[in-house]
């Protein structure tokens, strides 16, 4: 061990000479520095602009979702990417950072680097995503819609209809509106309501 380290070692056991005091306050002013400094950092990476940084994301289901009800309405009310795919907990927001560094990976490797890759592993990752908004009963969609404040009887077509029994059955968004965002892959094969039930002519935009 050279002397300089075992100067440091030798500080670190010395007692020291500053004031119980003083080395908290020194404490708190480091904690709410690393957490302003944390907090700003999850906060960028919850921007729209973040999630289209790369092409992967921007080429793809980024075109697909800009001519949807959710980028333009008469209301003025737009869902952006983190509205639906991110949590507004904490808790669950940590998680879902955690889950997405597999999609860094991806553009990393080059995996889904190409439209035809993409549409490759569109369904893989269409699923992904549909589980966990099965796991959180949509509650990204719920922010906005729900249920409980849905007057059946003013929504038009078969629309009222559907919800009130869905609501019924017990049912949560992500089960009839897979494709309310985004194009269903190719090689899906699912039934669901919102596509089993309108005639082509009134399917939603995707």
């Not at 629309?159 to 029994?165: K, V, Y």
């Not at 899906?188 to 399917?203: E, F, I, R, V, W």
Request: net charge positive.
């Amino acid at each position: 061990m050279t002397n300089g380290l075992k100067r440091l070692w030798q500080g670190f056991r010395r007692p020291s000479r500053m004031a119980l005091g003083t080395l908290l306050i020194i404490g708190f002013i480091s904690g709410i520095l690393f957490w302003g400094a944390f907090n700003t950092g999850m906060e960028l990476t919850n921007q729209e602009s973040f999630c289209i940084g790369c092409h992967e994301m921007k080429d793809n289901v980024y075109e697909e979702y800009v001519s949807t009800v959710h980028y333009n309405n008469r209301s003025g009310v737009r869902a952006t990417c983190p509205d639906c795919h991110v949590p507004k907990d904490w808790t669950h927001k940590m998680v879902r950072k955690i889950q997405a560094s597999k999609e860094v990976l991806g553009k990393i490797t080059g995996i889904v680097d190409t439209p035809m890759k993409f549409d490759e592993h569109r369904l893989q990752m269409a699923e992904r995503e549909w589980a966990r908004m099965k796991r959180t009963d949509s509650q990204e969609c719920r922010n906005c819609h729900n249920f409980e404040f849905m007057d059946f009887t003013e929504q038009k077509g078969v629309a009222g209809q559907l919800h009130a029994r869905a609501s019924a059955e017990g049912k949560t968004c992500i089960d009839c509106h897979k494709g309310i965002a985004h194009r269903l892959p190719d090689n899906y094969q699912g039934n669901d309501a919102l596509s089993s039930t309108l005639a082509p002519s009134a399917k939603p935009a995707l």
